[in-house]
């Protein structure tokens, strides 16, 4: 019925065309109490949990004439496309309405983009647009977040969307420009989101938050810090969405100040300890070196789901505490939570690090058997890696090449880091031949390289360095972070652009030194 524009340029020269032959249509609704004073079996629409109930109350609008009226087919157009989706039956009802009003353009364009059908959702855009019908502003962040997901032309379909509402008059509108502001984040353009910002006439909760939201999603965590306390020093009251965003750059960043802040600011405001805010909250803590406050607040929880028990899980298994891991996803099962597919990444990490070979294969076996769970690429690694470095490299191999899909770099990679630990040179330069064939494989000539020279072959080194060398192979910087006095720090190798990086060298310099002294003493 309704078909995706197959070229986005041909999709965007229509979104153009459209745009400008659109007038104003002014739908005559129908009174919501009046209509069901009427006829009181449509209150039966709000009650409707699936699509058979929903199809009987149908049959009474369609046998009661109401089948032209825009409310009640407005209302069962909004369960079949977004209550319980069926856009199929939701498109059926879609084409059964005269002249729809803006409401169920609005509707359809959520359904498909909630559904993943961002170009369908831009073809009914333009659809819209060409039978007569102007967008108002809660149709734009639909389209908008559409443009958000498209990696191709999605920038360009998304400022032929912002041009629109510029023309139409939405430019000083908060629900638009929050969109508006948030694609351009999800895109990775964070110049034209802050500037969205910036232009904003005034700022409420959601704009602050969703200016947050784009910086996590671009890893810039400190500048997500930074937008937080310029919000709070606009004395803007944040919500539990704010916070579960800040959380999440503190976690990243390992601030342990910032997220006794947090948890501070969640109490006296006295917003919601619902299961968001919980898990993120034991994420935070785990991340930040906290376990014991981790496990403080999931034991605080009120209700749990899968999400908590996999954070509490993966915090236990981050610090070590692999028993403590294993016996909590006991614990999980006992009490009737699921594990998904991420709960057994974390399991199959925690017995990767205790070197439990026999235990994470019962749990790899345990997820296909039980929970009906199809490995992918990171439970595969996990196992990989748990081989590597129990010494048993040719398992490890034989498990790679069982694998459905391609290992990616992430899986060689743990195999070769295993080859370095165990001096195995053979299934090292296999590994690394397989990496070679894969974007930004720098660190894997470096890795080949120290397995080569620990086992004294100096001429390999060699021929590996000038190819390094030829290749212009670079491997991206690793460095450390250190949180003071809540800001903070982060060195990389041979750093000096630290403002202290004298004393800091000095201080080390003197470490090294009582190191060396020590040793000597020993001996």
Not at 163 to 173: I, K, N, R, S
Not at 236 to 256: D, F, I, R, Y
Request: net charge negative.
């Amino acid at each position: 019925m309704l078909r995706a524009v197959t070229s986005c340029r041909a999709l965007l020269n229509c979104l153009t065309r459209a745009h400008h032959s659109a007038c104003v249509q002014n739908p005559c609704w129908v009174s919501e109490n009046k209509l069901f004073s009427s006829h009181p079996r449509l209150q039966f629409l709000e009650q409707c949990q699936s699509l058979g109930q929903l199809k009987e109350v149908l049959c009474y609008i369609i046998t009661a004439g109401l089948s032209h009226d825009h409310f009640a087919m407005s209302r069962v157009l909004y369960f079949c496309a977004i209550t319980s989706p069926n856009l199929d039956f939701a498109c059926l009802v879609f084409s059964q309405i005269g002249r729809p009003n803006s409401f169920s353009w609005n509707t359809m364009i959520r359904g498909f983009v909630s559904s993943g059908q961002p170009v369908m959702a831009l073809s009914l855009y333009s659809r819209m647009l060409r039978d007569g019908m102007l967008p108002d502003k809660y149709t734009y962040p639909f389209l908008f977040k559409a443009c958000g997901t498209l990696a191709r032309n999605g920038l360009v379909l998304g400022r032929s969307l912002h041009c629109h509402v510029l023309e139409l008059g939405y430019a000083l509108d908060l629900y638009v420009l929050t969109g508006t502001m948030h694609m351009y984040g999800q895109l990775g353009f964070l110049g034209e989101a802050t500037k969205v910002f910036d232009n904003m006439p005034q700022r409420d909760v959601a704009s602050w938050t969703s200016l947050i939201t784009c910086y996590a999603a671009n890893d810039c965590w400190e500048e997500g810090l930074l937008a937080f306390n310029l919000m709070r020093d606009d004395c803007m009251k944040p919500n539990s969405a704010t916070l579960v965003c800040v959380m999440g750059c503190c976690a990243q960043l390992g601030a342990l100040d910032q997220a006794r802040c947090l948890h501070s600011v969640l109490e006296k405001l006295s917003i919601k300890f619902d299961v968001f805010v919980g898990n993120s909250l034991v994420d935070l803590y785990a991340k930040c070196g906290r376990i014991d406050y981790a496990r403080q607040a999931f034991d605080e929880m009120p209700k749990r789901d899968s999400f908590s028990w996999t954070a509490m899980i993966a915090g236990l298994a981050m610090h070590g505490l692999v028993q403590d891991a294993l016996h909590t996803f006991l614990q999980m099962k006992h009490e009737g939570a699921e594990p998904d597919a991420v709960t057994f990444v974390a399991i199959l990490g925690a017995c990767s690090h205790a070197g439990l070979v026999n235990e994470g294969l019962k749990y790899f076996a345990c997820m296909k058997t039980e929970h009906k769970i199809m490995p992918d690429v990171k439970h595969y690694g996990c196992m990989v890696d748990l081989l590597s470095r129990a010494g048993l490299l040719d398992n490890a191999l034989d498990f790679i090449r069982s694998m459905p899909a391609d290992a990616g770099l992430a899986v060689w990679g743990a195999l070769l880091s295993a080859c370095r630990l165990h001096s195995n040179i053979e299934v090292g330069e296999l590994a690394a031949k397989e990496i070679e064939l894969l974007p930004d494989f720098g660190g894997a000539h470096v890795l080949l390289s120290n397995i080569y020279a620990n086992a004294s072959q100096w001429d390999a080194v060699s021929n590996l360095r000038h190819k390094m060398g030829d290749q212009d192979t670079k491997k991206p910087p690793g460095y450390s972070s250190i949180e003071l006095r809540g800001v903070v720090h982060a060195f990389f190798v041979g750093d000096r652009t630290h403002p202290q990086s004298h004393e800091i060298y000095h201080i080390l310099d003197e470490l090294t030194l009582k190191l060396k002294l020590h040793d000597c003493t020993s001996c």
